[in-house]
Each structure stands twice: as C-alpha cells, then as structure tokens.
C-alpha cells in the first residue's frame, strides 16, 4: 500500500487536484481538528458504504495517526479502488507540519 507525505496533500489541495480525502475516524473525533473538504465514514462503517466512493478517483484516507487508514486504504485496495492512499502519520501528522492551530490528540 502506498503513502502520501502530509506536504503532497498541502501540494495537492493548493493546486486543485481532483482527489477524496477520505476521514475514517470516529464521529466524535471530528470535531477535535479536521480538515476542510473531507468525505466523512468511520472505519466500522467503511465496507457497507464503499459505494459512496468512485473507483476511478484518487482517495487518500486519513485517520488520527495512520494505523486505520491504512487499513481502510489496504481495504480499497483489495476491493477495487486501484489509486487509495494513506496519510502518512494522519491528521497528527498535518497538525505538527502543516496546521499547528490543530490540536494533537
């Protein structure tokens, strides 16, 4: 399974690519930091849901730290979704390099 670095995810929200950002922590967990723009379906919830995403579309999925979306990325992958991505070290990672008005949790 493949990684993108937090710095590719700034590069490609800056210049417009078109790709999901697929959010699968816990409902609770959103509203402690969150990205703007994300596809919103905790990791119990992902393979009822998985039509809800295109197959032909870039999906980079993210969590807290990287451990369920990588997971959920392996899951996508095994299921069809050939360009799913995880967020190397999750929305922790984007918080200490890109947001620090985010909190770590």
Not at 25 to 40: C, K, L, N, Q, V
Not at 58 to 79: D, F, P, Q, T
């Amino acid at each position: 399974m493949d990684e993108i670095t937090v710095e590719e995810l700034k590069s490609k929200i800056e210049n417009s690519e078109p790709f999901t950002l697929l959010d699968v922590r816990e409902a609770h967990e959103y509203f402690m930091s969150d990205i703007e723009g994300t596809t919103r379906i905790p990791m119990d919830e992902l393979k009822g849901r998985l039509n809800e995403l295109k197959k032909d579309e870039e999906i980079i999925v993210m969590c807290r730290s990287g451990n369920r979306s990588g997971i959920a990325a392996k899951m996508l992958l095994e299921n069809g979704y050939k360009k799913a991505f995880n967020l190397k070290g999750g929305i922790n990672e984007w918080a200490k390099k890109i947001d620090p008005t985010l909190p770590e949790y």
